[in-house]
């Protein structure tokens, strides 16, 4: 059994891997699925319904499903029946066709002490609260975000980022509800074709009302009323969800419901899109699941028949990717395989069971891992490195490699621990990172891809990879020494070797991506080096690890010292890395972000404290303080 363990624990997580593949059984008799799948432009890109749905919830919530206590008398058999549970996709469904249900879910988060006195709610919870509740605060919500807003971003505190990001969120949710049709209508569809029958004879008037001849007062009237309600709705809804209807001629040519209304002026054609997501949205409202299966059903055909065969394969594979979610998959993978590392070192009789084990699972969440970020370059068709999202995966990913490739070698558990502790710690960085919304956006024009920008992003981020997994080997370097006498002389010389040659490859990849992204700056903005922030903290990273190799050479640290300088690494990359960017200044401020400030003081804090305990005397090392002289044996009795 123990032999076949390792093997078994694997193909079982890799079943369940590949069950989330799956598509989805339909929850209700509503094609949801079918509507989650089908492609609308929303951030410069294609993407489907079910992209939209998960980042709007997800930037308004900080979840991609929602959850609400409805039922809380419900049995203590059946604790489930206490919540009303609905994926992000019903939960936009509802928002676009019945608003006036939706305003009553509770899907805002507001956790800020002073927001929630501003806003009279009671100090200690619930935290989620219903748009209908915030309603009569809109306008002072609107005054200090606009006062918040008009501050500069350094002197903004944390009530001025509560407050602006409530008022971004209510903006959202209000341009989300007009997407589909104007709010406060009951029968768009018949509304539609209301102004189907006034284009004519409304034109005409327009005509001879221009001309100076008589004309229908009453038409012209009718359409002047239809043209102000689409012009305001042009102006408000969020997403472009009306294909071109010569997409060989523009692809890209996608507008919002009012715009394409407005183009009806022009067309004197209502497009067939708009009347397909009116129907959609009408019969979703009324509860009529047969004809808005058709309705979708035809909108399909419609955009097969116009040769958007490209957009629809988009949504697909996004839709997929989605529900595989491989970087959850990913994060779960790493904590059992860290946990059986640990198992290994605790466990004298089966820690070979506990490491073969782990290390079958940490292989198959760096597979998982992988497929991840290809997924994402196909999708976007860029490289796999573009904003700070992708970065943190990527740092991740190069880290777990890294582990992988030392415990193939050694085969002691510290590559296993490392990586598991690496790639999941910068996977639920990257899972904060999302909720700001669309990871996968447009890029800046500025940072579009080229040969030199993509060659520069990924070797300077393994740059980063290699140094982080050095900082946390020499982590546990200084807690396996202190708190166990698991750190033989043998595993000090291993731990000493691995840190040694993952900081000059560190060092490596650090310096040449440096240089690549001076000449990506050469052909960007004209000069190579401009003393930026954001390269000033590359450069310091090739320093700080050239100094540490250095001084290893010259004999001026022994092994705690070159563990202490190693673990200084961390902060010196995670400066670099998110620091920077929280400055706001230089050519690389499109990365601004400050929210993650105290996080980073928190993770530099922990770093100097470890590099303290690193410091201590050996007596206080349970691994290498001298083990107490034996008491000599009592003399055998006269």
């Known amino acids: 059994m123990k032999k076949h363990l390792p093997w078994l624990l694997t193909g079982l997580f890799a079943l369940w891997v590949l069950a989330a593949l799956r598509p989805p059984r339909p929850a209700a008799e509503f094609d949801v699925v079918g509507f989650g799948r089908l492609p609308v432009l929303l951030n410069g890109r294609v993407q489907p319904w079910d992209s939209v749905a998960r980042n709007s919830l997800l930037q308004i919530r900080a979840r991609q499903a929602f959850a609400e206590v409805t039922r809380p008398d419900a049995p203590?058999?059946?604790?489930?029946?206490?919540?009303?549970?609905?994926?992000?996709?019903?939960?936009?469904?509802?928002?676009?066709?019945?608003?006036?249900?939706?305003?009553?879910?509770?899907?805002?988060?507001?956790?800020?002490?002073?927001?929630?006195?501003?806003?009279?709610?009671?100090?200690?919870?619930?935290?989620?609260?219903?748009?209908?509740?915030?309603?009569?605060?809109?306008?002072?919500?609107?005054?200090?975000?606009?006062?918040?807003?008009?501050?500069?971003?350094?002197?903004?505190?944390?009530?001025?980022?509560?407050?602006?990001?409530?008022?971004?969120?209510?903006?959202?949710?209000?341009?989300?509800?007009?997407?589909?049709?104007?709010?406060?209508?009951?029968?768009?569809?018949?509304?539609?074709?209301?102004?189907?029958?006034?284009?004519?004879?409304?034109?005409?008037?327009?005509?001879?009302?221009?001309?100076?001849?008589?004309?229908?007062?009453?038409?012209?009237?009718?359409?002047?009323?239809?043209?102000?309600?689409?012009?305001?709705?042009?102006?408000?809804?969020?997403?472009?969800?009306?294909?071109?209807?010569?997409?060989?001629?523009?692809?890209?040519?996608?507008?919002?419901?009012?715009?394409?209304?407005?183009?009806?002026?022009?067309?004197?054609?209502?497009?067939?899109?708009?009347?397909?997501?009116?129907?959609?949205?009408?019969?979703?409202?009324?509860?009529?699941?047969?004809?808005?299966?058709?309705?979708?059903?035809?909108?399909?055909?419609?955009?097969?028949?116009?040769?958007?065969?490209?957009?629809?394969?988009?949504?697909?594979?996004?839709?997929?990717?989605?529900?595989?979610?491989?970087?959850?998959?990913?994060?779960?993978?790493?904590?059992?395989?860290?946990?059986?590392?640990?198992?290994?070192?605790?466990?004298?009789?089966?820690?070979?069971?506990?490491?073969?084990?782990?290390?079958?699972?940490?292989?198959?969440?760096?597979?998982?891992?992988?497929?991840?970020?290809?997924?994402?370059?196909?999708?976007?068709?860029?490289?796999?490195?573009?904003?700070?999202?992708?970065?943190?995966?990527?740092?991740?990913?190069?880290?777990?490699?890294l582990g992988v490739i030392l415990e193939r070698i050694h085969r002691d558990s510290v590559g296993l621990v490392m990586a598991a502790t690496v790639g999941c710690i910068t996977l639920i960085i990257a899972h904060n990172l999302a909720l700001g919304g669309d990871t996968?956006?447009?890029?800046?024009?500025?940072?579009?891809?080229?040969?030199?920008?993509?060659?520069?992003?990924?070797?300077?981020?393994?740059?980063?990879?290699?140094?982080?997994?050095?900082?946390?080997?020499?982590?546990m370097y200084v807690l396996r020494g202190l708190f166990t006498r698991g750190l033989t002389a043998p595993s000090r010389a291993a731990l000493n070797r691995m840190v040694y040659g993952i900081l000059c490859f560190a060092t490596l990849f650090s310096f040449v991506g440096t240089v690549l992204g001076g000449i990506w700056a050469d052909q960007s903005w004209g000069r190579f080096w401009g003393w930026d922030p954001k390269e000033n903290g590359a450069l310091i990273i090739v320093l700080w690890n050239a100094l540490i190799l250095h001084a290893r050479w010259g004999g001026l640290v022994g092994e705690r010292g070159l563990m202490n300088l190693a673990i200084f690494g961390n902060v010196v990359t995670s400066f670099s890395w998110f620091g920077v960017n929280m400055l706001g200044v230089g050519l690389h401020s499109y990365g601004f972000m400050d929210a993650a400030f105290f996080w980073l003081m928190l993770f530099v804090a922990s770093q100097l404290v470890l590099i303290g305990l690193g410091s201590l005397p050996l007596r206080y090392w349970a691994s290498l303080r001298a083990d107490p002289p034996a008491r000599p044996a009592p003399a055998p009795a006269a």
Not at 184 to 200: C, H, M, P, R
Not at 220 to 248: C, D, K, M
Not at 384 to 391: A, K
Not at 442 to 462: E, G, K, Q, Y
């Open 76 to 401: 203590a058999w059946n604790p489930g029946a206490k919540y009303t549970r609905m994926s992000a996709l019903e939960w936009l469904l509802e928002l676009m066709t019945r608003p006036e249900q939706a305003d009553r879910r509770k899907v805002f988060r507001i956790d800020h002490p002073e927001l929630r006195t501003l806003l009279g709610l009671p100090p200690d919870g619930p935290f989620y609260h219903a748009q209908s509740e915030l309603r009569p605060h809109f306008e002072e919500i609107e005054k200090q975000a606009r006062q918040a807003g008009a501050l500069d971003p350094a002197q903004r505190n944390t009530f001025h980022k509560a407050v602006f990001k409530l008022f971004q969120n209510l903006v959202l949710y209000q341009r989300l509800k007009s997407t589909l049709q104007p709010e406060g209508t009951t029968n768009f569809l018949a509304e539609l074709k209301a102004y189907q029958a006034a284009l004519e004879p409304g034109l005409t008037a327009v005509t001879q009302h221009e001309a100076g001849e008589p004309h229908d007062t009453e038409a012209l009237g009718t359409l002047v009323r239809f043209a102000r309600r689409f012009e305001a709705l042009s102006q408000t809804a969020l997403p472009l969800i009306v294909p071109p209807i010569h997409p060989e001629t523009n692809r890209d040519a996608w507008a919002n419901v009012g715009a394409s209304l407005m183009e009806t002026l022009v067309t004197r054609q209502i497009h067939p899109a708009v009347l397909a997501y009116a129907e959609m949205a009408g019969a979703y409202a009324a509860g009529q699941p047969e004809a808005f299966n058709q309705a979708l059903a035809r909108h399909r055909q419609w955009l097969t028949a116009k040769g958007l065969d490209r957009e629809i394969a988009k949504g697909r594979w996004e839709f997929l990717y989605n529900q595989w979610r491989p970087f959850y998959l990913g994060t779960t993978l790493y904590v059992v395989a860290f946990l059986l590392g640990c198992f290994s070192w605790l466990s004298a009789t089966r820690a070979g069971v506990w490491n073969r084990s782990g290390y079958g699972l940490l292989v198959l969440g760096l597979a998982v891992h992988t497929a991840g970020i290809l997924f994402r370059m196909a999708l976007e068709g860029r490289p796999p490195v573009t904003n700070l999202y992708s970065s943190a995966v990527f740092v991740g990913w190069g880290a777990v490699a």
């Open 440 to 475: 996968m956006e447009m890029m800046r024009a500025v940072l579009d891809s080229n040969f030199w920008l993509s060659t520069h992003v990924i070797t300077i981020t393994l740059g980063y990879s290699a140094t982080f997994a050095a900082g946390f080997l020499a982590i």
